[in-house]
């Protein structure tokens, strides 16, 4: 992916510029590594044709000579390696095209490495957020959205909290000093909801009051 795929927007990971008022207090991205472990699950796989390897060896062992058995598991580890690079090059391309934002006002997350779509979330729709924090500094920030606010796991997908498909929380997955992201975030939300919000209502007498909620 260039550098010039994402020309049309007119802040970087935003499709458009930001209100008067508004202003970015962090971007960020996945780590294509940890990506490929935590979301793609590239371990596994590596370990499922690792085990596919060890079992032919076993197998051929028993009427083959033990160098013989062993070729007879290469096949398995070649196989093995080519299915880990995809995995890790499908984890860098959705690194690439994922930028995260966290404003004054609100959660934007522009994902997707074939179908591009940004997901705004402002702090009042988000109950909770919950970070799993790695030895490395990585994490995973994941919010729990109330009300009727709902989205697609599989659109958003791996850009989710895993197996949480009945109510999606949308996550910053493998981020980088993902300690120091919480806090921004908890420090804005809860700047964000304790605002007064102004409303206006009308009076019986037909002239308007602003009342402060």
Known sequence: ?????????????????LPEGEHILWQGAPDPRLLAREALGVRWVAAYFALLAFWRVGVSAADAP?????????????????????LYGIAY??????????????VAM?????LTMTLNLPYT????????????????LAFELIGETRISYLM??????????????????CIPDAQNVAQIFAEAAETRISEPRIARV?????????AAE
């Open 66 to 86: 033990f160098g013989i058995a062993l070729m007879h598991g290469v096949p398995f580890i070649i196989s093995g390696l080519i299915a880990c690079g995809i």
């Open 156 to 173: 958003s997908w791996p850009h989710v909290r895993p197996w949480r498909i009945a109510r999606t929380q949308p996550a910053l997955r």
């Open 125 to 140: 729709w988000i109950g909770t957020a919950k970070l799993d924090l790695k030895p490395s500094g990585h994490g995973t």
């Open 110 to 114: 522009r994902i997707g490495a074939a």
């Open 93 to 106: 391309v959705q690194a690439r095209s994922t930028v995260y934002t966290l404003t004054n006002k609100r």
């Open 202 to 210: 009308s009076q019986q007498d037909g002239s308007n009051a602003v």
């Open 1 to 17: 992916m260039s550098h010039d795929d994402f020309n049309f927007e007119p802040i970087k990971g935003l499709p458009e510029q």
